[in-house]
């Protein structure tokens, strides 16, 4: 009997032994386990923190990229603009006082082109004022400086008691380029005092190797010994910066009106024959726009800027013309490689403004053979001149130019309608 107690008793014991054991690994494994699920979890978001730093840096490298390529191209845009050169400036010279003395005077000053590090000019003798201004209205010349008839015998009268101070007649053609037109008045202003001053200074020394001082009138006399009388040629009034105020908003005002356009309409017709019509339409769309436009850009710059346009008929019907032009350009351009052609012409006027603002003879060869003649905003820069400035009407050689773009343009609008649009699937 007691040894069945024994082993009972023994059995309950072991019994007991064994489950608090197992409740104790139970413990440990659900320990182990929840160790195991917390370092799956940090794990987890380890991973997925590394794969938000992947994707943040392959974000920030694209934009750094964009911008480093956005800034370069817009930093380029400014290269003719940094430090330009005025090169060759065309400027005609009359002599009015044929002699060995006026004679010597020009030939000096063709063989000194170079003013200074940044100006050469060339000197063009030309026969009489009225051909210098002949020349000017066709653009030949930026100005001109008129030496006057008597030239020589005022300079011998100034250490006379009855002095007669010689007049120069510098004629500045500003219509040419209403920046430069500034500069050229400088440079041939200081050509003619410089020129005077050397008289003086001869004068002073042949009296000085004479021994006859100089009376204190005299050597008053040749302390401005010519005068200047500057006449602009072609003035530009009070709107010399009639080119530019038209050109960005009649510019931005085609680039919008030809993007509503192509995404009002681009899906309207499926068959050859419809977008046939519906680009006829289209055309005839920007047509009077283009009118409209030409007609409120003279009314709007007196109505906001405050200046009075003389010739309105001829600049309303010039800009309907320019305004079609670039329509037609951009809206063909878009229709035929789609919204990437947007971009374009947003780059296309960023590149146009610092050529524009600038005289040809301070770009280089490269702007002159290459980018200005196919500008589009260059023929309207122009053809404003043209009308404004040189009395020219509607039709003058800029508005010729714009009906070969106005062709381009419409070509290429009716070149998208054999354009194979994509499928979606």
């Known amino acids: 009997m007691q040894q069945i107690v024994v082993i009972w008793f023994s059995f309950f014991i072991y019994k007991d032994y064994i489950i608090k054991t197992s409740k104790k690994q139970q413990g440990v494994a659900k320990k182990y386990k929840e160790r195991i699920s917390n370092r799956r979890i940090k794990t987890s978001i380890i991973e997925t923190e590394e794969k938000k730093m992947k994707k943040y840096g392959k974000i920030t490298g694209i934009l750094l990229s964009v911008v480093a390529v956005i800034l370069s191209i817009f930093m380029s845009t400014q290269i003719p603009t940094v430090n330009p050169k005025i090169t060759d400036l065309p400027l005609a010279i009359v002599n009015q006082d044929k002699n060995e003395t006026t004679t010597a005077m020009i030939e000096k000053l063709k063989e000194n082109s170079t003013l200074n590090d940044n100006v050469s ?143 009002y309409s681009r899906k309207e017709a499926n068959s050859i024959k419809d977008k046939a019509v519906q680009k006829t339409v289209q055309l005839c769309i920007l047509g009077l726009v283009s009118i409209t436009i030409g007609l409120l850009a003279p009314y709007f ?32 351009t878009i229709s035929l490689i789609g919204l990437a052609g947007v971009p ?37 820069f122009d053809g404003v001149k043209n009308i404004l400035y040189f009395g020219q009407g509607a039709w003058n050689l800029a508005t010729k130019e714009l009906i070969y773009v106005v062709i381009v343009g419409v070509t290429l609008t009716l070149t998208s309608i054999i354009k194979k649009e994509k499928v979606k699937n």
């Open 344 to 380: 374009l012409a947003v780059l296309l006027l960023f590149f146009a403004l610092p050529l524009l603002s600038l005289a040809p003879e301070m770009l280089s060869s490269f702007y002159t053979d290459w980018v200005l003649p196919w500008l589009p905003m260059r023929m309207l």
């Open 301 to 332: 710059s007196e109505g906001i800027l405050g200046v009075t346009v003389d010739n309105y008929s001829g600049i309303a019907t010039f800009l309907s013309i320019a305004t079609f032009a670039f329509m037609t350009i951009i809206f063909g």
């Open 121 to 263: 000019v060339k000197w063009v003798e030309v026969d009489s004022k009225d051909k210098a201004i002949e020349k000017m209205n066709n653009k030949e010349y930026y100005g001109a400086i008129v030496i006057p008839e008597n030239y020589t015998k005022s300079l011998a009268t100034l250490v006379s008691s009855n002095p007669q101070t010689p007049e120069f007649t510098v004629l500045v053609n500003q219509g040419m380029n209403s920046q430069l037109s500034t500069q050229v008045s400088q440079i041939l202003t200081q050509v003619v005092n410089k020129s005077g001053e050397m008289a003086s200074t001869q004068i002073i020394k042949q009296a000085e190797a004479a021994n006859k001082p100089l009376p204190a009138k005299v050597a008053g006399n040749l302390m401005n010994p010519v005068k200047v009388n500057v006449e602009n040629i072609n003035s530009t009034g009070d709107f010399s910066t009639a080119p530019s105020a038209y050109f960005s908003p009649i510019w931005m005002s085609s680039l919008v009106g030809s993007i509503i356009l192509f995404m």
